[in-house]
């Protein structure tokens, strides 16, 4: 079957730094993107890796071991605004370019 | 540009009853998907259209119906509604050729059959 693991809930202080993992078990590989989404909103697109090492894009890197079937999300100089659940989702194949997510992690950020 | 819309945003069904979920995207994608949501969960697939002409099952497809109308629309039907089937659906868009892999979800519907 597939599966993707993450931990279900952080917490960390505003200003921060945090740092959320995958690591992932699927027939097929070939891309680790991660989402956020606030409650009661809809998922939206923060990063992608389909080569290991570490992609950055302002406050959020990504990071990707194909080796080790590990990525993480990491979350520099936390805000409120950054309390979401944060979903890992593979892509498995070449072809289909539907995702397979995983179950989420839950972020609070205090004050 | 509106990006995927979805409607409606609520339904409330009985058991046995059938719907449609409407979806649309006007970014010009290529691909689109229809995924749920139950609480404290992960989306999972229920059926993909890589592009017009073509659907493709998901995960967990049982109970449902697609429809790629055109290459904007994408519809998900439910023919005899059951209990199991209270989620929140998103519908979400892609270009095929995309590199990053960027999917962009509507708003969602919230169904609750009873």
């Known amino acids: 079957g597939q599966s993707l693991e993450q931990p279900s809930e952080v917490t960390a202080v505003e200003g921060a730094i945090v740092q959320i993992n995958c690591t992932y078990q699927?027939?097929?590989?070939?891309?680790l993107s991660w989402y956020q989404q606030h409650d009661g909103g809809a998922p939206t697109f923060l990063s992608y890796?389909?080569?290991?090492g570490l992609e950055e894009t302002g406050r959020f890197s990504s990071f990707l071991s194909r080796s080790d079937s590990y990525g993480y999300l990491l979350l520099q100089e936390l805000q409120m605004k950054d309390s979401a659940s944060y979903f890992c989702?593979?892509?498995?194949?070449?072809?289909?370019?539907?995702?397979?997510f995983g179950s989420g992690t839950r972020l609070q950020v205090q004050p | 540009n509106a990006g995927v819309t979805q409607t409606p945003k609520f339904q409330v069904l009985k058991t046995g009853q059938s719907m449609t979920l409407q979806c649309a995207q006007d970014m010009n994608h290529n691909s689109m998907y229809w995924y749920r949501q139950d609480p404290g969960m992960g989306l999972r697939l229920i059926y993909y259209?890589?592009?017009?002409?073509?659907?493709d099952k998901g995960e967990v497809p049982n109970g449902y119906n697609v429809s790629r109308l055109n290459k904007r629309e994408f519809s998900l039907r439910l023919e005899s509604a059951a209990p199991s089937q209270t989620s929140v659906y998103f519908c979400a868009s892609s270009f095929r050729d995309s590199i990053q892999d960027e999917q962009y979800f509507g708003p969602g519907t919230r169904l609750t059959v009873t």
């Open positions: 699927t027939s097929g590989f070939y891309g």
């Open positions: 259209s890589a592009s017009e002409g073509t659907t």
């Open positions: 989702a593979v892509r498995r194949d070449t072809g289909r370019r539907a995702l397979t």
């Open positions: 890796n389909a080569l290991d």
